[in-house]
């Protein structure tokens, strides 16, 4: 079992329609990053949250910290919001663990 | 303020050889981290440099080897080559250690014939 899954692995969307990528994790974090992934390996930070909710622009990340789960929700989908959406975890033990990602594609 | 960046760009080299990948921090930037990711996989952590010395490391062995330098650039050195080393090596680089937020370099790609 790995430290953190993801879900969906893939993810095929119509513009417009809202998405929700899960990320699950079983390890002591310090924070969850959501990370962006373009095609040619670029890699953007979206998100680092420990608590609560953070939003900006049409991407929101939630975290449950009891229940060891976070969520990334993408309201109005668009073309270019096609990418891999991966999920990381730092731990309290200075380890690093990701999920395996998310490859959306969001059809015009 | 200048990103991170990652040099070369791609590499090919073969198996049983030496390489040394290099990553120059976001400027203020005290901690480095390095990741390996195959193709079609989600990164591997290899291990985090802060302040110089080494703060965490994933399960890679110890051919695997890093530097971080007084100007926090950093380099991954990786020793006797194997196929399976073939990958995308990213480093990024965090004003203060791994829970803070990661701006992420380009990335090597690196092919071991």
């Known amino acids: 079992k790995n430290e953190v899954e993801q879900s969906p692995q893939n993810l095929t969307a119509q513009e417009g329609e809202f998405i929700t990528i899960n990320c699950s994790y079983s390890v002591g974090i310090s924070a969850l990053h959501w990370l962006q992934q373009h095609p040619g390996g670029g890699i953007v930070s979206l998100f680092m949250?420990?608590?609560g909710k953070k939003k900006h622009g049409r991407l929101i990340a939630t975290i449950n910290i009891q229940e060891k789960h976070s969520s990334l929700h993408i309201t109005a989908s668009h073309p270019r919001d096609s990418a891999v959406y991966i999920c990381a975890a730092p731990t309290t033990g200075n380890q690093f663990y990701f999920g395996t990602g998310t490859s959306l594609t969001v059809i015009p | 303020e200048t990103g991170v960046t990652q040099s070369p760009t791609h590499l090919i080299k073969t198996r049983g050889q030496q390489v040394t990948l290099r990553c120059s921090s976001q400027?203020?930037?005290?901690?480095v981290s390095w990741y390996q990711q195959a193709l079609g996989q989600g990164p591997q952590f290899i291990f985090q440099y802060y302040r110089e010395e080494e703060n965490g490391r994933g399960n890679f062995p110890p051919r695997f080897s890093g530097l971080q330098f007084p100007n926090y650039s950093s380099e991954l050195n990786v020793n006797a080559l194997e196929l399976d080393d073939s990958a995308l090596y990213l480093c990024?680089?965090?004003?203060?250690?791994?829970?803070?937020?990661?701006?992420f370099g380009p990335g090597t790609r690196l092919t071991v014939l």
């Open positions: 990024a680089s965090s004003l203060d250690r791994a829970s803070d937020e990661q701006f």
């Open positions: 949250l420990s608590s």
């Open positions: 400027s203020g930037h005290n901690t």
